[in-house]
């Protein structure tokens, strides 16, 4: 517990980067898709499965940095076909590749890689102050989920899938998200509340549908943590399992809805 705690804290200047954004916050979450997705890649390696490093790295750069020179949705679709094709064409070596290896490359560059770079398209979006209710959703949700469920936890949410997590957890989880993202749109946003406090409760559902996602690759892994980056947290991947999740919705969200 308190190991968490500290970790915690130690986290706290990741959000002057999310303050300040623009290339700062590129930055970061370039950061966090590239050694995410090499958490991935080694969670994949522990069931003889090889994912295409290569890929994922080059996709990565050609995804932030050819986002930032062409901002346009167009540029996007060019990317996924571009990684699909890559993801296939590494199958072509029947003697050194198997289905199951491209497959995991393709799912671990979109996964992690193409997940997290929505929260650049946040950025620049026309509310770039909802990429603030992505953390809300996202560790509001976890934090209260973790005392919730200490507290009053009796029924498991998902026993073989992850065995800690109950549901009364996962509701009071839910309860913290949509106050915190109602406060923070009424301080932030005044004009957004409404929008804001659903954000809370449907980003809280993303939130911890990522984070259950998450562990259900760790269980057909066989592994605990996806890393040990981030002591009591485990790896950059299991703390950003559910802003992975929550932050396309919140991004798709304000593209329709706001």
Not at 98 to 115: E, N, P, Q, R
Request: net charge positive.
């Amino acid at each position: 517990m308190k190991t968490r705690v500290i970790s915690g804290l130690l986290l706290v200047p990741l959000l002057v980067v999310v303050y300040f954004g623009g290339p700062l916050l590129w930055a970061l979450c370039f950061l966090i898709a590239v050694l995410g997705f090499r958490e991935f890649a080694g969670g994949f390696e522990k069931i003889d499965v090889k994912v295409d490093i290569k890929i994922g790295y080059g996709a990565a750069v050609l995804l932030y940095i050819g986002g930032y020179f062409f901002p346009r949705p167009d540029f996007l679709l060019l990317w996924i076909v571009l990684v699909m094709a890559a993801s296939f064409f590494s199958m072509f070596q029947l003697e050194r590749k198997k289905l199951a290896d491209g497959m995991a490359t393709l799912i671990s560059v979109l996964y992690v890689v193409f997940f997290s770079y929505h929260m650049v398209l946040i950025d620049r979006s026309q509310a770039p102050l909802m990429i603030w209710l992505v953390l809300f959703a996202a560790f509001g949700t976890d934090i209260m989920a973790y005392f919730s469920g200490y507290l009053f936890g009796k029924h498991k949410l998902s026993p073989k899938i992850s065995p800690k997590k109950t549901v009364e957890g996962a509701i009071g989880g839910t309860i913290g998200s949509i106050v915190l993202c109602t406060i923070a749109g009424y301080i932030m946003m005044p004009d957004l509340i409404l929008q804001s406090a659903l954000i809370g409760l449907l980003g809280s559902v993303a939130a911890q549908l990522g984070d259950l996602t998450a562990s259900m690759f760790k269980r057909n892994m066989g592994i605990k943590d996806y890393g040990d980056l981030i002591p009591g947290h485990g790896g950059v991947l299991d703390r950003f399992d559910s802003v992975l999740f929550a932050a396309p919705f919140v991004y798709y969200f304000v593209l329709f809805a706001v």
